[in-house]
């Protein structure tokens, strides 16, 4: 692992931990934790979040957690999540493995599986599978952001086979995305690169062979949008040092007539801070998760 990487790793923990400290579960959301969606003990596993006095089946909400693809679990979007939840959704909030120990495209295989878990157990959980968001932030959103591309795009998937054909990134029998909500992600992996030589060994961190041509093309999720991707959310804010990459994939959904909402939250005044729609503490934060779930409803069956 670089010492870039290392770093991310010490200051996203110490400043999560600072921000849920005191947060305990709502008393109207029920949570079920730690249930495996597949074979790796610590990685493949979700938790799932439901209001308490739901009945029946939810439409559903796959929360994809940022972190630089080094840093990051399900536990730091626990709370987070439970707001979703509050919206009236069945919220799955998944861990998946991390670089540089599991190489990309991992966290894509894992996501297909997290889908499979999800499409395979809808009458046990109360998932309604003809309706299902996702959210990602960060890296989060590029990775949500690739796998829609994959759902959406055939010439996407098998791109992807052809250059991961030992991959296991088969999608499961009936996997859909009614829309999807990106905030504040870093969607091509080619521009505004950091010129920190210690930034730019995230990339070989990430990456197999270090960042080749033919890599960053696979990392690159508007190189795949088509029409068909689904409707999106965009958001971002003046306080996110990525904010300039929203451009790019609301460029893309604009080019590919994607219907889709752009968000710019804050101002000179109160620029906000990159991902701060996580931290619940914050007016703002309810305002941008009460906008992104309303925006689902907006697309539900």
Request: charged share 25%; net charge negative; proline share 6%.
């Amino acid at each position: 692992m670089s010492e870039y990487s290392d770093q991310i790793r010490k200051n996203f923990g110490d400043a999560d931990r600072r921000r849920d400290a005191g947060l305990n579960t709502p008393a109207d959301v029920i949570r079920q934790d730690n249930i495996p969606y597949g074979l790796h003990p610590e990685w493949n596993l979700l938790d799932v979040y439901r209001p308490k006095d739901a009945k029946g089946q939810l439409p559903v909400i796959v929360i994809i957690h940022g972190g630089a693809w080094v840093y990051g679990d399900k536990d730091v979007y626990q709370f987070y999540g439970m707001s979703l939840a509050q919206h009236g959704f069945a919220v799955v909030n998944m861990s998946y493995r991390l670089a540089p120990e599991f190489k990309y495209p991992a966290p894509l295989e894992d996501i297909c599986l997290a889908f499979r878990f999800i499409l395979s157990n809808d009458s046990m959980f109360g998932f309604d599978t003809d309706n299902i968001f996702a959210v990602g932030d960060s890296a989060g959103a590029h990775l949500l952001t690739v796998f829609a591309d994959m759902v959406s795009n055939p010439s996407c998937r098998k791109a992807f086979k052809a250059m991961y054909p030992d991959a296991k990134l088969t999608l499961p029998k009936g996997t859909h995305l009614n829309a999807v909500a990106l905030n504040c992600g870093k969607y091509d992996l080619g521009k505004d690169m950091d010129p920190d030589p210690n930034a730019k060994a995230l990339i070989g961190d990430l990456l197999e062979k270090g960042g080749t041509k033919k890599e960053m093309e696979f990392v690159n999720g508007v190189k795949f949008v088509t029409s068909k991707f689904p409707p999106a959310f965009v958001m971002t804010c003046p306080g996110d040092f990525l904010k300039n990459q929203a451009k790019y994939m609301t460029d893309a959904l604009n080019e590919n007539n994607v219907p889709f909402c752009y968000r710019y939250y804050g101002d000179s005044k109160n620029p906000l801070h990159h991902v701060f729609h996580c931290n619940i503490r914050l007016p703002e934060a309810s305002k941008c998760n009460d906008d992104e779930c309303a925006f689902f409803k907006e697309f539900i069956k």
